[in-house]
C-alpha cells in the first residue's frame, strides 16, 4: 500500500513569490492536513480537509490556502512569500469512518527555502 | 492557553538503557494520546495511542502511560539502541478537534551511544 506522497520535495523560491505544494494520501484516506514545521515553532496545524471541505483551520495568515479534490488528493498554495515562510511543509492523511483514533500518516514533506 | 510540554530537548542515554520522555499538557482535555517519532528531514510515525480511559500501553520494546489526573503522559523506550535516536513527538487529541488535527509538543531528541 502506497504511503503519503508529497512533491515537489525540494524548491526555493524567492520573496514575493508563490509556491504550491501537492499530497496525495493513502488510498481510501479522505482527510487531508497540513502542518508547518520550523526549528522554532516545531509542527504547527495549517488545515484539514474531508470530502473537499475545509473543516478545521490554524492560526496562519490568508496567504496560505488549500484545496481537496474529490480523489482526496490536496493542494496547498503560499502566496507572497516571505523568509519565515521557509519550513518543512507537511502532510498528513487519516482514514475517516467510525472508530477511528486519528492516527496520522505523513508524507516525507516539502522543504520550501525562500531566499 | 493550550500547552504542550515534553521534559527536554535532547536526552542522551547508554544502549540498553531505559529512555523516559514526560509529556505534559495543560488546557487540554484528550480523549487519547499518541506518540510519534521523527527521524531528521522525515515524516513523523506514528506509535502509539493511548486512550484517557487505559493507564498503560505496550508495544514490543515501547511503553506508554497516561495519568489524566497529572495531565501526564511517560513514553519509556526499554532497552534503548543506538537505532532508537530520532525526535520524539506527543500529541494529545483535543475532544473539540477534528481527526486531523494535532497538537504537538517540541519533541524530544533522544540520543543513544554505544
Known amino acids: 500500500k502506497a504511503g503519503v506522497t508529497q512533491t515537489p520535495r525540494y524548491l526555493i523560491k524567492t520573496r514575493g513569490q508563490q509556491v504550491t505544494l501537492s499530497c496525495s494520501p493513502i488510498s481510501g484516506h479522505r482527510s487531508v492536513s497540513w502542518y508547518q514545521q520550523t526549528p522554532g515553532q516545531g509542527l504547527q496545524f495549517l488545515f484539514e480537509?474531508?470530502?473537499?471541505?475545509?473543516?478545521n483551520k490554524g492560526n496562519f495568515p490568508g496567504r496560505f490556502s488549500g484545496r481537496q479534490f474529490s480523489n482526496s488528493r490536496s493542494e496547498m498554495n503560499v502566496s507572497t512569500l516571505e523568509l519565515g515562510d521557509s519550513a518543512l511543509y507537511l502532510c498528513?492523511?487519516?482514514?475517516?469512518?467510525?472508530?477511528?483514533?486519528?492516527?496520522?500518516?505523513f508524507g516525507e514533506g516539502s522543504r520550501l527555502t525562500v531566499l | 492557553s493550550q500547552k504542550i510540554e515534553q521534559n527536554s530537548e535532547a536526552l542522551n542515554i547508554q544502549e540498553g538503557k531505559t529512555a523516559t520522555l514526560t509529556c505534559n499538557y495543560t488546557n487540554y482535555s484528550p480523549a487519547y494520546l499518541q506518540w510519534y517519532r521523527q527521524d531528521p528531514g522525515r515524516g513523523p510515525v506514528f506509535l502509539l495511542l493511548i486512550r484517557e480511559n487505559e493507564k498503560e500501553k505496550r508495544k514490543e520494546r515501547l511503553k506508554v502511560t497516561f495519568d489524566t489526573t497529572l495531565k501526564q503522559s511517560l513514553f519509556h523506550i526499554t532497552a534503548s539502541q543506538p537505532a532508537d535516536s530520532a525526535t520524539y513527538l506527543c500529541?494529545?487529541?483535543?475532544?473539540?478537534?477534528?481527526?486531523?488535527?494535532?497538537?504537538f509538543g517540541r519533541g524530544t531528541q533522544l540520543t543513544v551511544w554505544p
Open positions: 500529541a494529545p487529541f483535543d475532544r473539540g478537534s477534528t481527526l486531523g488535527r494535532l497538537y
Open positions: 498528513a492523511s487519516s482514514l475517516s469512518g467510525g472508530g477511528n483514533t486519528g492516527e496520522l500518516f
Open positions: 480537509y474531508f470530502s473537499e471541505t475545509q473543516r
